[in-house]
């Protein structure tokens, strides 16, 4: 079997082992943040931080929900992190933003942040931060779930199934799922682009 058949036949074991229910319990709670008229904060760092800014597009063009993503302002980013730290980028900016218990923070991460490991500590402080505020907090994150999972509201992990592609299935698998979330009946507001022309 070629690597591309593998890489591909791994995807489809992993994603028969997802928790379908717990994506439906995100479906459910950013329905309820949409019809009180909450926002929704996307982060995560590398892939997470590119898979976050496309997500945004897709909450907010086609499901009407108010949704940002903190790193998607390079100069803003740069600042913190020149002047305040990586570690504060993400919770500082909630705080300007005044994130509070109708809002969400939406993680999405390989392995969801450690606070033991001193791993991926934006996500760590932002996550604290939604939780002391109230924010109802979701994920897509990989491993064990992390910080996120720990913390969360509902949170899918993916399956670390085959260890030596944890990341780049995590990843591929996270933009599958976010795309699952915003084509929900129950979230969905407006039609996508080819799939409406005829």
Not at 19 to 45: M, P, Q, W, Y
Not at 111 to 133: C, D
Not at 153 to 165: D, G, L
Request: glycine share 10%; charged share 20%.
């Amino acid at each position: 079997m070629s690597f591309s058949s593998s890489f591909l036949t791994e995807s489809i074991e992993i994603i028969k082992n997802l928790d379908c229910d717990e994506l439906e319990k995100i479906v459910d709670a950013i329905v309820k943040i949409r019809d009180d008229n909450g926002r929704l904060f996307i982060v995560g760092s590398g892939g997470g931080a590119g898979h976050a800014s496309h997500a945004v597009c897709d909450f907010r063009k086609l499901c009407n929900v108010e949704a940002y993503s903190p790193y998607d302002n390079a100069s803003e980013l740069t600042a913190r992190v020149n002047d305040e730290g990586w570690e504060s980028t993400i919770i500082n900016w909630l705080k300007i933003s005044k994130l509070n218990s109708i809002d969400g923070l939406f993680v999405f991460s390989v392995g969801g942040g450690s606070e033991i490991k001193n791993i991926s500590t934006n996500l760590v402080n932002a996550i604290r931060y939604a939780a002391e505020v109230g924010a109802k907090i979701f994920g897509i994150v990989g491993k064990d779930g992390g910080y996120t999972k720990e913390i969360g509201n509902a949170v899918i992990v993916i399956p670390p199934m085959y260890e030596n592609r944890i990341t780049p299935h995590t990843e591929g698998l996270q933009a599958i799922l976010w795309h699952a979330i915003v084509s929900h009946p129950r979230l969905q507001s407006n039609p996508m682009k080819w799939e409406s022309t005829q």
